[in-house]
């Protein structure tokens, strides 16, 4: 999730875009219903909270099949080591993680991904991540080439009271659309019929839960209704509550169309790896002494972890800024001590990365370059060299 202390400013700024009309929805799916709502009627389209996790955890053993149907593996022969990628939430320190993936790819042993997994800022590098190297360039342009006036329109003021957010992400929405265009739904489309997922998380407003959508799946489903819809999606995963609007999908149920509306993935969690029953079929898998593959679990935190000192003035906004700040960043904290502790249980291999002290370029305004472009150097000169791995969160031992 965006470090909100920083994207407040957009709701103090004094825009000059007002609305006329109260913003309006269709029905909300009814209370209950929610597992049985789909936008393309695709049964894998997505995998919600509530729903368990026996869907999803079909849907990974189906892919370890394609997976080994793609390399062409004999009934006897084992899986080769799986690789599971999580890129959380950060805004502008996205750049951290593009920088990172970039200078991995130079590096030379950044692997294939089995999972990729993105919430807010990661679900717009997840795709990136996912395609591989291939990629690099133009994720290296999204975070370095891209200004606020790529993301969002301040509304008036008075968005606050009459509209849905303080700004217009119109533009962010056409940055999304050029990225994530035919070639690159094509390469997230062969990417699944490999054998390897690429999973993003929203937040159902209406429920309360995350919502985990199956991009490749939706990818490679031929539906001319596909393109759009990940875009809304990645747009979705991004949408700050307040800051950014909601986006509304439609969604049938019984034939009968209704709205959803959702936000940032981070509303919830800002990373995520693999479910529970995942693991629980791996342990049982080794109790039955079956040959298992090494499992390597890279994490991608976009974020400092050390805690961000700042002399708070004794004002109403300040203050509750301040107390969102401190929220997002120890719930980003418990996100990766959870990931880190599931890695631990499961005998998953846990590697973690995240901004360093070392980095130390002041920030200034929303999506400004005299701060990205540094931290997606930071970044790329740290993995080009090898990046140090953490095998844990700081600060937990």
């Known amino acids: 999730m965006p470090q909100l202390s920083r994207r407040s400013a957009l709701l103090l700024g004094g825009g000059?875009?007002?609305?006329?009309a109260l913003p309006v929805r269709e029905p909300a799916v009814?209370?209950?219903?929610?597992?049985?709502?789909?936008?393309?009627?695709?049964?894998n389209e997505r995998f919600l909270a509530g729903d368990g996790s026996a869907a999803i955890t079909q849907e990974y053993m189906a892919a370890l099949e394609r997976r080994r149907a793609f390399l062409g593996l004999t009934p006897n022969e084992a899986n080769p080591p799986l690789h599971l990628?999580?890129?959380?939430?950060?805004?502008?320190?996205?750049?951290f993680g593009a920088g990172l993936l970039n200078g991995w790819s130079q590096q030379g042993s950044r692997p294939v991904f089995n999972l990729v997994t993105g919430v807010s800022t990661g679900a717009l590098t997840a795709p990136f991540a996912f395609v591989g190297a291939s990629a690099d360039a133009a994720l290296k342009q999204v975070y370095t080439g891209i200004t606020l006036a790529d993301v969002a329109v301040q509304r008036h003021f008075t968005a606050a009271i009459f509209d849905d957010a303080m700004s217009d992400t119109a533009p962010l929405f056409a940055t999304i659309s050029r990225q994530m265009d035919a070639?690159?739904?094509?390469a997230i489309a062969q990417g699944y019929r490999e054998g390897r997922l690429l999973l993003v998380g929203t937040t159902n407003l209406d429920t309360q839960l995350p919502v985990i959508w199956n991009i490749g799946a939706i990818a490679n489903s031929g539906d001319p209704r596909a393109?759009?819809?990940?875009?809304?999606?990645?747009?979705?995963?991004?949408?700050?509550?307040?800051v950014f609007p909601p986006v509304l999908?439609?969604?049938?149920?019984?034939?009968?169309?209704?709205h959803e509306l959702h936000v940032d993935g981070g509303a919830v969690a800002q990373a995520f790896l693999y479910p529970a029953a995942v693991a629980e079929h791996r342990r049982a898998s080794i109790r039955a002494r079956r040959p298992v593959?090494?499992?390597h679990a890279w994490m991608i935190r976009n974020a400092r972890l050390d805690s961000d000192w700042a002399s708070t003035n004794r004002r109403t906004v300040s203050i509750a800024q301040r107390a969102i700040a401190t929220m997002t960043a120890s719930s980003g904290y418990n996100d990766a001590v959870r990931i880190w502790l599931n890695a631990e249980r499961d005998g998953v291999e846990f590697r973690m990365a995240y901004i360093g002290r070392d980095f130390t370029v002041a920030y200034d305004k929303p999506f400004d370059q005299a701060y990205m472009t540094p931290l997606f150097n930071?970044?790329?000169?740290?993995?080009?060299?090898?990046?140090?791995w953490s095998r844990q969160p700081p600060f937990t031992s």
């Open 16 to 20: 000059t875009l007002s609305g006329c």
């Open 30 to 43: 009814p209370s209950g219903q929610s597992h049985r709502a789909s936008v393309l009627g695709l049964p």
């Open 85 to 95: 990628l999580a890129i959380s939430g950060g805004g502008e320190d996205g750049a």
């Open 183 to 186: 070639t690159m739904l094509s």
């Open 227 to 242: 393109p759009d819809l990940i875009r809304r999606i990645l747009l979705a995963s991004a949408a700050i509550p307040g």
């Open 249 to 258: 999908f439609d969604v049938q149920v019984d034939g009968r169309t209704y």
């Open 293 to 295: 593959p090494p499992v």
């Open 378 to 388: 930071y970044g790329f000169e740290r993995a080009r060299a090898g990046y140090p």
